[in-house]
C-alpha cells in the first residue's frame, strides 16, 4: 500500500494529538514509541499512528506559538467552524507554517462551498508533506465532484 492510499481523516487528528503530548512534555516528543501506544490504545491503526508521527517528524520546528495570527472573516468564509479551529490548532502547535496556512486558503478558496472537516483534514496533510505530493493531488481534494477522471 502506497502512501497516498493511506490517507484517512484521522491523521490530521492524531499529528494534533501528538502535538499536545509534546507541548504536556516541554515541546519535545521525549518518547515516540510511548505516545505510539497510547494513541493505539485510543483506537487508531498503527499504520495510521506511523503516517502520523511521520508527519509530525517533518515539522522539527515544532513549538508551542503564542500568540497566533487572527484569522480574517473573509478567510473563515472559506473554512467550516470545525476546519478553523482545527486550522488554529495547527498553527497554534506549529504544525503549519504561515505559507502552508497560505496554501490551504488558496484551495479553499477554490471551491464554491466552505471546506468542511474531512476535506480540510485532507488538504492540510497534502500541505504538510508537500514534498511527497504528487501533482495530480495537489489542485484536487478527493471526492470533489469537479474532476474528471
Given at each position: 500500500?502506497?502512501?497516498?492510499?493511506?490517507?484517512?481523516?484521522?491523521?490530521?487528528?492524531?499529528?494534533v494529538?501528538?502535538?499536545?503530548?509534546?507541548?504536556?512534555?516541554?515541546?519535545?516528543?521525549?518518547?515516540?514509541?510511548?505516545?505510539?501506544?497510547?494513541?493505539?490504545?485510543?483506537?487508531?491503526?498503527?499504520?495510521?499512528?506511523?503516517?502520523?508521527?511521520?508527519?509530525?517528524?517533518?515539522?522539527?520546528?515544532?513549538?508551542?506559538?503564542?500568540?497566533?495570527?487572527?484569522?480574517?472573516?473573509?478567510e473563515?468564509?472559506?473554512?467550516?467552524?470545525?476546519?478553523?479551529?482545527?486550522?488554529?490548532?495547527?498553527?497554534?502547535?506549529?504544525?503549519?507554517?504561515?505559507?502552508?496556512?497560505?496554501?490551504?486558503?488558496?484551495?479553499?478558496?477554490?471551491?464554491?462551498?466552505?471546506?468542511?472537516?474531512?476535506?480540510?483534514?485532507?488538504?492540510?496533510?497534502?500541505?504538510?508533506?508537500?514534498?511527497?505530493?504528487?501533482?495530480?493531488?495537489a489542485?484536487?481534494?478527493?471526492?470533489?465532484e469537479?474532476?474528471?477522471?
Open positions: 500500500m502506497d502512501d497516498s492510499s493511506m490517507r484517512d481523516d484521522t491523521i490530521i487528528d492524531i499529528v494529538m501528538l502535538a499536545e503530548i509534546a507541548d504536556s512534555s516541554g515541546g519535545v516528543l521525549a518518547d515516540p514509541r510511548s505516545a505510539r501506544k497510547k494513541i493505539i490504545k485510543k483506537g487508531h491503526s498503527p499504520k495510521q499512528v506511523d503516517r502520523a508521527l511521520s508527519l509530525f517528524g517533518k515539522k522539527s520546528n515544532f513549538r508551542v506559538k503564542k500568540p497566533h495570527r487572527v484569522f480574517s472573516e473573509h473563515l468564509s472559506f473554512l467550516s467552524p470545525e476546519s478553523a479551529k482545527m486550522l488554529s490548532s495547527l498553527v497554534r502547535y506549529g504544525i503549519l507554517s504561515d505559507e502552508q496556512v497560505e496554501l490551504i486558503f488558496i484551495r479553499a478558496s477554490l471551491d464554491e462551498e466552505k471546506l468542511n472537516l474531512d476535506e480540510f483534514r485532507r488538504v492540510a496533510e497534502m500541505v504538510i508533506d508537500i514534498d511527497n505530493l504528487k501533482v495530480s493531488e489542485a484536487f481534494v478527493e471526492g470533489d469537479d474532476t474528471v477522471n
